[in-house]
């Protein structure tokens, strides 16, 4: 009642916010997501309220739960959580020859493109920057601030300190349950209307025009985020590595040809040699340790 009594308070309707509620939880599971789902019914304002209210809601009541809030009174109780991540590996992987002195330029080779609405990288980065170096939150946002981060579909807010208009704590609702969900909703997007941000779409490109690296964490391959990471020309050619864990070997297949074709191939050589890696065995964890040589190769 709670959620269904903001959009009372905001829109002063209840009846047809009540049965878009019931209209996606009877169809969305016959869809592959509710984001799926929400692309399906892109011309309907109210359906697109609701579902973009339900994610924010999920999304912050995940961020609760995750096991990577970290506790400001035992730190380690979240290191022993985290400890076999990608997170961490990452983390130790990016920082090995930086101290104090020069920890502005940690993030300076690295962007990340995140298709999710969570601030999880933003959220542990601030926080472990903050422990390793023993510098306040505040100088460690500053950094982090520096780093760039895209979400092509937004994010259900901004972390203190990266912003202060409105910002939205990771795991608010330990504390309370004061966010307007219709608000937070308005900073997701679906993928109908991604695709008219030409602006994020150019910069996204950007980013893969100028990488001499390509690492895919946990991402699904979707042709409309694919879609969005390729140039109308073909990318030079450099090393990829991607998981694909729990794909099938004729998916994976599938999968390695299609990032293949977004780059130029290398020449020819008497073995034949892809500088395309998509692992099926391999998790986000799994594959910063199995390819990390290479991945370090020019730090």
Known sequence: MHFLGQFHRRFGIVDAY?????????GVRLTHSIDDFLDMHNVNEIILRVGKAAIAQTILTAETNSSLFFNPYSYQETFNKIEATWYMKFFRMLGRGINLGNAKEIFEPVSFIIFNYDRCIEHFLINALSLVYTMPLEDAASIVSDLNIIHPYGTVGDLPFLSS???????????????????LAERIKTYT???????????????????????????????????????????????VFGTAHGFSTHNREVVHQKIERMFQQPPPRVISYSPVVIDQHATCANLLDDYAQSLTAGK
């Open 193 to 239: 209307e991604q695709i008219g941000g030409a602006d994020e779409t150019n910069a996204i490109r950007n980013e893969m025009r100028r990488a001499e690296c390509i690492v895919f964490l946990g991402f699904g391959y979707h042709d409309q985020n694919l879609a969005l990471l390729k140039p109308e020309e073909q990318l030079k050619s450099i090393p």
């Open 165 to 183: 208009n409105n910002p939205v704590p990771y795991g608010p609702l330990r504390g309370s349950d004061k966010f307007d969900y219709t608000i």
């Open 18 to 26: 009540r049965r878009a509620g019931w209209a996606i939880r009877d």
